[in-house]
């Protein structure tokens, strides 16, 4: 059983379309770009316009998108855990009439854990 077989973040999909014939000094300053806004970005509706752009990106780029979303599919204990983790342990105003009484959730850990999961 090969453990990373269902790993695609990183590969080179050898296609051809507009994206994939760029100069590759102009892919990894974009890239390069794109790390740095993602930090530099503070709020949903950021992401979603961020978000289209990617998208848009990969529809011109022509990538099947079943090999965009197996390399989520690797990712989503990574992503459930980090998620659990700002969801339980951000303080603020707790959320009323929660079942169970030895975990507090917030509201301000409902927007961090999603905030930060999507980042």
Same mark, same amino acid.
């Given at each position: ?23 590759p %000094? ?18 949903? %509706? ?37 998620? $659990? ?9 707790? $959320? ?21 999961t $999507? %980042?």
């Amino acid at each position: 059983m090969n453990l990373f077989q269902d790993l695609t973040i990183g590969q080179y999909l050898p296609l051809e379309s507009r994206i994939h014939r760029l100069d590759p %000094r102009l892919k990894i300053v974009a890239t390069l770009t794109l790390m740095i806004l993602i930090f530099l970005l503070d709020d949903f %509706r950021s992401y979603g316009l961020l978000g289209f752009f990617i998208l848009g990106v990969i529809f011109v780029a022509r990538l099947p998108y079943n090999y965009i979303f197996r390399s989520f599919k690797s990712m989503r204990w990574l992503f459930l855990f980090i998620f $659990l983790l700002n969801l339980l342990w951000t303080p603020g105003k707790s $959320l009323p009439h929660f079942p169970i009484g030895f975990i507090n959730l917030t509201y301000e850990g409902m927007r961090q854990a999603s905030f930060i999961t $999507l %980042r």
